[in-house]
């Protein structure tokens, strides 16, 4: 094997990160994850230190609640003038279990110079085969999630033709109480600031052009933040809050109807909507 210009001027930067999959690892997980990345990083000239491992101890997928904050602090690394320049996973599927996030990851370690690698495979950035391959590999894992979901909304299927809530408890959306008046018309039962209302509907109007547009998800959270926009229960924003409000079906009905009030992150109540619906 040729040996490369980073090997001949020393060692490169080098940055592992592991993930545990749920019911699938075995206890000494940590240690095999990182024995193998740092043997990986040395073969390909790195060398990793230990502000430079990444752990992650929560789901991958659209479907999770928490944020994988190693893998954000993984990806700011790498968008820093000294960050690590070689990036090791053990597999695909640990770091990526989304075609979208993984597209981003690929924008990012191209314009950074960065070489990913697994056990498996280093992956050439420019070569369209190897990308390709890389997408299919993390498109199969993500099919996986969704047919578990698709069976657990199978399972609440039941407690929906019985009026119960269990698809709604956890909505991103937050709308105005209502209730049904004497003459049978809906009327709301807590107010909301018009004024909040209205900034809070352009903040989707502007989140859905910019994503037409090709923003990142990551990118139009941190942008959020830096300015000072909170969620309705005064909280940052996170990647998981920002998805499910842009995607929940609360929010493509009610946020193109001027007439219904939205408010985000929170518990929904959406007029018009009762429980035998």
Same mark, same amino acid.
């Given at each position: 094997?040729?040996?490369s210009?980073? +090997?001949?001027? &020393? ?11 749920? &019911? ?5 997980? @940590? @240690?095999? +994850? ?7 990083? *040395?073969?390909?000239? $790195? ?16 479907? /999770?609640?928490k ?43 191209? *314009?950074h ?38 069976r657990?909304?199978?399972?609440r299927?039941?407690?929906g ?8 408890? /956890? ?8 209730? +049904?008046?004497?003459? $049978?018309?809906?009327?709301? $039962?807590?107010?909301v600031?018009?004024s909040?209302?209205?900034?809070e509907? @352009?903040?989707?109007? *502007? ?8 923003? /990142? ?10 300015? &000072? ?7 940052a924003?996170?990647?998981i ?6 995607t929940?079906?609360? /929010? ?11 408010r985000?992150s929170?518990?929904?109540s959406?007029?018009?909507r009762? &429980?035998?619906?």
């Amino acid at each position: 094997m040729p040996v490369s210009s980073a +090997q001949r001027s &020393g060692p490169v930067r080098a940055a592992v990160y592991r993930r545990m999959s749920e &019911g699938k690892d075995t206890p000494d997980w @940590e @240690e095999r +994850q990182f024995e193998d990345g740092v043997s990986l990083a *040395e073969r390909m000239g $790195g060398t990793v230190a230990p502000e430079d491992v990444y752990t992650d101890v929560v789901s991958a997928s659209r479907f /999770s609640k928490k944020e994988r904050k190693d893998y954000l602090r993984l990806l700011a690394a790498i968008e820093a003038p000294d960050g690590p320049r070689i990036v090791v996973a053990w597999m695909e599927d640990r770091a990526h279990r989304q075609v979208l996030e993984l597209a981003e990851f690929i924008d990012i370690c191209r *314009e950074h110079g960065v070489r990913v690698a697994t056990p498996a495979a280093e992956y050439d950035l420019d070569d369209p085969d190897a990308v390709s391959l890389w997408f299919i590999k993390v498109r199969f894992a993500e099919a996986e999630v969704e047919k578990t979901s698709k069976r657990l909304r199978r399972q609440r299927q039941p407690g929906g033709r019985e009026g119960l809530p269990a698809g709604w408890q /956890s909505s991103p959306l937050r709308l105005p109480e209502v209730g +049904q008046g004497q003459d $049978g018309r809906m009327v709301p $039962g807590s107010a909301v600031p018009m004024s909040r209302v209205r900034q809070e509907q @352009e903040l989707i109007r *502007e989140a859905v052009a910019r994503i037409i547009a090709g923003d /990142s998800v990551r990118g139009i959270v941190n942008d959020w933040n830096a300015r &000072g926009v909170r969620t309705t229960t005064d909280g940052a924003w996170s990647r998981i809050g920002f998805r499910r409000v842009m995607t929940s079906r609360l /929010s493509r009905v009610c946020a193109t109807t001027r007439a219904r009030r939205i408010r985000l992150s929170g518990r929904p109540s959406c007029p018009g909507r009762t &429980g035998n619906r």
